[in-house]
């Protein structure tokens, strides 16, 4: 079955330490999108990649970082400068191919709850 | 750019009763419209979606929604709600080209609470 995968599902951080979360999609989307969900604020785009080898900061970049080596892989590192980490964290993927499955609809991963100690 | 505007953070009904969130949108744009709903700790699955033709749009699990250009909403209903639609709601809204085009703008969610 196509879909989209995240891991770890729960992670625990101590402060001042980086983390890598991973999400891998094999539905042959070409843009890939992370987020951040937090009680009340709905969903916060941290950043987005439409084709490999490039990605967009999106609304709250800062004190995360992104690569997009693959076009199924995306993976998002939360660094020691993000203030304020513990979130939930989705990953979603789109097909931008007129007439392909997935145009213009975001499939979303399970997320990743991520905790500061 | 585009904004999402969800009125009422929480919506109870009863079992049986009509289900109405509310949507209002913002865009400069010709907008695309899409509700998707949240179960705890889980990932968004998506309810239905407007783009072109019928303002009218069905869903999964009877959900609809209709889109009015005139009045910038994307209400989204259900005539009688199952104790199972206990979950939150999000409405998002993206546009159909420019720099932003692919991009998801979404409102601050509306849990509803289903009693028996």
Sequence with gaps: DGGITQSPKYLFRKEGQNVTLSCE??????AMYWYRQDPGQGLRLIYYSQIVNDFQKGDIAEGYSVSREK?????????SAQKNPTAFYLCASSSQREGRTGYNEQFFGPGTRLTVL | AQSVTQLGSHVSVSEGALVLLRCNYSSSVPPYLFWYVQYPNQGLQLLLKYTTGATLVKGINGFEAEFKKSETSFHLTKPSAHMSDAAEYFCAVSVRRGTSYGKLTFGQGTILTVHP
Excluded at chain 1, 25 to 30: F, G, K
Excluded at chain 1, 71 to 79: A, G, N, R, W, Y
């Design chain 1, 25 to 30: 999609q094999n539905l042959n989307h070409d």
């Design chain 1, 71 to 79: 076009k199924e892989s995306f993976p998002l590192t939360v660094t």
